[in-house]
């Protein structure tokens, strides 16, 4: 169910709450939400919501003080409507609900804004969640994660030492993962995490929820104007002025242990634009570990044995989501003890030569017209799509292996950052640029490199994603690549390569080359003429 209010700070939304329905508006609501409300109508699972308007966004740059003031008395009569579909209290010690703070353009636009998770949670709270859950390990890992990301996102923090705490936790611990590490050393990591807080931020945590939520939702309005999001704007021709929708949303718990987890979707492959399931996911882990580009997400494959019914839904999923949307989706997902929970569905970010693809093969299954189809090519340079592979008689070294994210192949001088790779492309020289993780920080870097190769993140991190969009070639989660930013090199086990040295990265076979590799290219020539008759 979709409820709107009209306040004095513009509109208000709300999913899944009790009140009169409305339809739902990418404009005033942001594109998140519009979708999380047609889901709802849809009786699919999402979690209770509240959304602050698009509107909003603009009153917040231009008067941060005075929204500021109003800002509160908003946010908490609108959680008492969220409390109520809940049965949980916020700030309680004995039944407290968590929330998370999301942003949302009226476009899409993946990992350009930011995300607070597990906002509700203090001192006081645990103990009223341990109660509730019985689970000291989930508690103690989404406190921990809490302290770290509004540090980040609030108060703009260096995240390496909170990563560096979390090494050494885990070499005491003689553990390889952050999953792994059991609650007692978790609760030792969040304490640690709170003097780190201190340290780094010059303030105590917060231990007042509402000061939580407020600073957070302060916070991802003011991510609309990061460097990232700005550059991603201009990238797509995308106007300032329509701002960011924020959604506070009831926490589903993916870290609540191996039952539960959090993935991302894709209806159809979003790089080759094959009909099947693309999907990545990892057990006992929160959204953010996925899309983040810090971690690996390689569970998909034991998820249909050890969670068969959740499979089984996701598959269902596919065929409810394009019949409602009409075109493939990219969703994010979140399971809690069994339990399958949706939190966003957006048209998936695809390689041109998937667009070409898919828009065939939807107007040959009856599911879209020929114009329809057309309006949904317009702007992609057709004559130009293809797909380069690795030639049959190519002899070149192989550096390593890796997971392809997209498809091609791309040759091109070693670049350690964004701003070498935009120095290359200035200076007319293609540039493929490495990376421990896959980031959106990197977007500059991405749209002028040729290639993209991260030692860590999965297919569908939010950087991959924009990397694919943009007809990249793009490798993740090259386990045996390490950079050393000092001395501008980067070694693949033995073998060592420095800035400005060539490879090649194959995205048919995930290899990295070394040097340039001759390449066949292949063109969609049969679609193509397909969409030569649509326009006949």
């Not at 939520?213 to 002025?241: C, K, L, N, Q, T």
Request: with cysteine; aromatic share 6%.
């Amino acid at each position: 169910m979709t409820t709107t209010m009209t306040t004095r700070m513009q509109n208000v939304f709300s999913i899944g709450l009790q009140g009169g329905s409305a339809e739902p508006v990418a404009e005033t609501m942001g594109f998140k939400a519009c979708n999380l409300a047609r889901m709802v109508r849809i009786g699919l699972p999402v979690p209770q919501a509240f959304v602050l308007g698009t509107a909003m966004c603009a009153e917040h740059r231009a008067h941060p003080q005075k929204f500021r003031e109003r800002l509160r008395g908003l946010l908490e009569s609108q959680m008492e409507r969220l409390e109520a579909a809940c049965g949980l209290e916020f700030g309680a010690e004995r039944k407290p609900l968590l929330v998370s703070v999301r942003s949302g353009a009226p476009v899409s636009m993946p990992g350009m804004m930011d995300t607070v998770l597990d906002i509700g949670l203090t001192d006081s709270t645990l103990r009223g969640l341990l109660r509730l859950t019985g689970n000291p390990r989930m508690v103690w890992d989404s406190y921990r994660r809490l302290i770290q990301q509004f540090a980040e996102v609030v108060y703009g923090a260096d995240p390496a030492p909170f990563r560096a705490a979390l090494d050494v936790a885990m070499d005491r611990a003689r553990v390889a993962r952050p999953q792994e590490l059991d609650f007692q050393s978790l609760g030792a990591l969040a304490r640690d995490y709170l003097i780190l807080f201190e340290s780094l931020t010059r303030t105590a945590f917060p231990q007042d929820p509402v000061d939580q939520i407020e600073a957070a939702v302060s916070a991802v309005f003011d991510s609309w104007m990061s460097p990232r999001a700005v550059e991603y704007r201009r990238i797509h021709d995308i106007a300032e002025d329509m701002g960011t929708a924020v959604t506070v949303q009831r926490m589903v718990f993916g870290n609540a242990g191996g039952t539960s987890g959090s993935g991302v979707g894709f209806t159809r492959d979003p790089a080759s634009g094959e009909n099947r399931m693309y999907l990545d996911f990892r057990f006992n882990s929160q959204g953010e570990d996925v899309v983040s580009g810090r971690h690996g997400a390689n569970d998909a494959p034991r998820l249909a044995v050890a969670l068969p019914a959740v499979s089984a839904q996701l598959q269902a999923l596919h065929g409810t989501l394009e019949t409602e949307f009409r075109d493939a989706q990219e969703y994010e997902f979140t399971v809690q003890d069994g339990s399958l929970w949706l939190l966003q569905t957006r048209n998936a970010k695809r390689t041109p030569w998937a667009a070409l693809r898919i828009a065939v093969e939807q107007v040959r299954a009856g599911e879209l017209e020929p114009a329809q189809a057309l309006r949904r090519l317009d702007g992609i340079e057709l004559a130009r799509i293809e797909q380069r592979r690795i030639a049959l008689d190519a002899d070149c070294e192989v550096l390593a292996t890796a997971l392809p994210a997209s498809i091609g192949v791309a040759t091109g001088i070693i670049a350690l950052d964004a701003a070498g790779a935009q120095a290359h492309a200035a200076a007319g020289r293609q540039a493929i640029l490495l990376r421990e993780d896959t980031s959106t920080a990197d977007i500059a870097g991405i749209a002028a490199a040729r290639g993209t190769l991260t030692a860590r993140g999965g297919r569908t991190a939010h950087a991959a994603v924009v990397a694919r969009q943009l007809g990249k070639v793009c490798l993740v989660g090259c386990t045996s690549m390490r950079i050393d930013s000092v001395a501008r090199r980067v070694s693949f086990g033995e073998r060592q390569l420095r800035e400005g040295d060539v490879i090649t990265l194959d995205c048919e076979n995930g290899r990295v080359l070394a040097g340039e590799a001759r390449v066949a290219v292949e063109r969609p020539t049969e679609w193509l003429e397909e969409v030569a008759r649509w326009r006949a």
